[in-house]
């Protein structure tokens, strides 16, 4: 069956723009998480959803990011007033449930770079 | 802080050998235990857990776990060019996983 899908692959801003990245995860996992990897970084967790609901946002690095899920499918990951340090790959995994061993697949990500 | 460590690396191991992979977490509850495979350039692939103690093995890989040492481990079975790759190991405690730094295989031919 079809993966994780990412879109779009690369986003080219400019600081203080706002961009918003789209993750689409496999069709009946019910969790979704989003992660960040800067180069020669390891991955940074960022959110994590079960369902609609957010219930660890602990890894977001400031207020100007932001995550929402609707219809426990289609998530978005929103960053406003883009500055050059959020450059990264943004990773997307979804998995069948959060807990108890979840095995998590992750998308192509989408390459952010802040000029 | 939970911490996952690995080996710095690089490793660097010949073809038709056993690269072995190692692994070490803090956190005591962790429940679950994955290694990933990472290509420059793309994003981590899944191709191992392990959940409980000991041995399991998927064609040429073996994954080890050892809870009472925090110690997870990946055996790499006569090693190929294309499993040059950086390969991270990740720990699920509750619902979050956290990733080692990885380490980056390279198979001579």
């Known amino acids: 069956g079809a993966g994780v899908s990412q879109s779009p692959s690369n986003k080219v801003t400019e600081k203080g723009k706002d961009v918003e990245l789209r993750c689409d995860p496999i069709s009946g996992h019910t969790a979704l998480y989003w992660y960040r990897q800067s180069l020669g970084q390891g991955l940074e967790f960022l959110i994590y959803?079960?369902?609609?609901?957010?219930?660890?946002k602990s890894g977001l690095p400031s207020d100007r990011f932001s995550a929402e899920r609707t219809g426990g499918s289609v998530s978005t990951l929103t960053i406003q007033r883009t500055q050059q340090e959020d450059s990264a790959v943004y990773l997307c995994?979804?998995?069948?449930?959060?807990?108890?061993?979840?095995?998590?697949?992750f998308g192509p990500g989408t390459r952010l770079t802040v000029t | 802080q939970k911490e996952v460590e690995q080996n710095s690396g690089p490793l660097s191991v010949p073809e038709g050998a056993i690269a072995s992979l190692n692994c070490t977490y803090s956190?005591?509850?962790?429940?679950?235990f994955f290694w990933y495979r990472q290509y420059s350039g793309k994003s981590p692939e899944l191709i191992m857990s392990i959940y409980s103690n000991g041995d399991k093995e998927d064609g040429r890989f073996t994954a080890q776990l050892n809870k009472a040492s925090q110690y997870v481990s990946l055996l790499i079975r006569d090693s190929q060019p294309s499993d040059s790759a950086t390969y991270l190991c990740a720990v699920q405690a509750n619902s979050k996983l956290t990733f080692g730094k990885g380490i980056t295989l390279s198979v001579r031919p």
């Open positions: 995994a979804s998995s069948l449930v959060a807990r108890g061993g979840g095995e998590q697949y």
């Open positions: 959803f079960q369902g609609n609901s957010a219930p660890d």
């Open positions: 956190d005591r509850g962790s429940q679950s």
